[in-house]
């Protein structure tokens, strides 16, 4: 049989292929000591080993299966599938409203590459409507690809040419931009363009999924259609995250775009608002606003870009014992602004004193935050954190430390005069910091307590 039949396959497996003149996209009945199965044979990574064959079944997910364990195996047919879902021209309909889709690549714009078994950006915008034509309904789409990165590549290049992008797409007249995005620093360029893209007209939603769109419990159809729902029709006019709610496929939330934060590497409801409760829930029907203050959709097209970022700028998460060689190390390089991420209500040892007090001498501006997540920055209850002020570190309220990493790299985009830095991070900007914590802004519920198990077993994950 031709090897290209056998696309990835090596060894063991690929024997195993060819005794039972199996091809690869083939439909099989496989007999094992483990039971019967019955799907489609799939390529192989090549960088997998050559023990498992691996099959897709009738329920869309792919399975492996041990070659030491396969009695029999039958093909029952043969289809290539074809994994790229074409590109289709979106239909204008009269009264909906106009919303710009920029994708930037992440899982939401993707598909699964079976030479190496990784999800790679693959999709184009123009693509998705193919893949959820369900969007015409929403609104008049228009698409703009504007990066195919994973999220952990996207950067202040990006921050700013997103920025302008908005921009120029508010000054044209949209009624609302969704920006396709990777998950994982979504919260990140959320925050960002919070900063750079001010008094925003508009509704900008960035969304993502956590599962690819070839997987069926994949989230990135119902995310789409609720952050263009959003976009197109919400009177909220901030930048927003907008993912899954609960883990089920019933609704969406709205977060503030410096108030949210990714808590779980795979759940589909991970993004959750921290010291603060979502802006709102949104479906395919709806948007139900959680919060009254929030800013309202304007007609007007004014709005303030201001794309500014410094590379100079670092993240320090405090561990015991750390030493201040690393503190001397960033300002040695050129730093001019260190976001601490300190334990409690913001210490760290009194070793790291000495560095401090160089860096503040040589102008770096250096803040605050919690490790906790949750909380403010409290530095004048003890010693050490009396301590740390005098010599110039400032507590950054209840910032979420990657929000205020972003805004200090906003900020030395700006200036490096360390007054006006202060004079930035400090002023508040779309509730980054808050005055107090709401009563219901801080809910962490501990799993087997029976009260809890209670509580749960009466609502949805």
């Not at 039949?5 to 439909?27: C, D, S």
């Not at 289709?88 to 409203?97: S, V």
């Not at 992008?165 to 919070?194: F, P, Q």
């Amino acid at each position: 049989m031709n090897e290209d039949i056998f696309q990835g396959y090596k060894g063991g497996a690929l024997e195993t292929l060819k005794k039972y003149n199996v091809r690869v996209w083939g439909q099989a009945n496989v007999k094992t000591t483990r039971g019967p199965f019955t799907g489609t044979i799939l390529p192989r990574s090549e960088n997998d080993d050559d023990q498992h064959i691996v099959m897709k079944i009738p329920t869309g997910y792919n399975i492996g299966i041990d070659i030491k364990t396969i009695l029999e195996m039958e093909e029952t047919g043969y289809k290539k599938a074809n994994y790229k879902i074409p590109e289709k021209e979106f239909p204008y309909t009269k009264d909906l409203p106009s919303v710009k889709l920029f994708g930037t690549g992440g899982t939401i714009a993707s598909r699964l590459d079976y030479r190496t078994g990784a999800v790679i950006p693959a999709f184009s915008p123009g693509e998705l409507y193919g893949a959820v034509p369900e969007l015409a309904d929403i609104c008049n789409l228009t698409t703009e690809k504007i990066f195919a990165v994973f999220s952990e590549n996207m950067g202040p290049k990006q921050y700013i040419a997103l920025a302008k992008a908005i921009g120029r797409e508010i000054e044209n007249g949209i009624d609302g931009i969704v920006i396709g995005h990777g998950t994982d620093t979504l919260h990140h360029t959320g925050a960002a363009l919070t900063f750079m893209v001010q008094n925003s007209p508009v509704p900008i939603v960035l969304v993502g999924s956590q599962r690819s769109s070839d997987r069926p419990s994949s989230d990135a159809a119902l995310n789409l259609m609720h952050a263009t729902y959003a976009a197109g029709h919400s009177d909220i006019a901030e930048v927003m995250v907008c993912m899954f709610g609960p883990t089920s496929d019933e609704y969406g939330l709205l977060h503030k775009g410096t108030r949210v934060r990714k808590m779980h590497s795979s759940y589909r409801s991970t993004f959750r608002t921290i010291g603060d409760i979502p802006l709102a829930m949104v479906s395919r029907k709806g948007i139900t606003p959680l919060k009254k203050d929030y800013h309202h959709r304007r007609k007007d097209r004014n709005v303030t870009i201001k794309p500014y970022f410094s590379d100079k700028v670092t993240m320090l998460y405090y561990y015991p014992a750390m030493k201040p060689d690393i503190l001397h190390a960033i300002i040695d390089q050129g730093y001019k602004g260190v976001v601490i991420v300190g334990t409690g209500l913001g210490h760290v040892n009194k070793e790291l004193y000495p560095a401090i007090e160089r860096a503040h001498a040589e102008g770096v501006s250096m803040f605050m935050t919690l490790q906790t997540i949750w909380g403010y920055v409290h530095m004048f209850v003890y010693d050490t954190g009396r301590d740390m002020m005098a010599k110039g570190i400032i507590p950054a309220g209840n910032m979420l430390p990657e929000v205020a990493f972003i805004k200090l790299g906003w900020a030395l985009g700006q200036t490096e005069d360390p007054k006006e830095v202060k004079k930035l991070m400090l002023t508040p900007i779309n509730d980054d910091i808050t005055e107090r914590e709401p009563y219901n802004g801080y809910l962490v519920y501990q799993g087997g307590i029976p009260e809890v198990e209670a509580f749960i077993r009466k609502v949805h994950k």
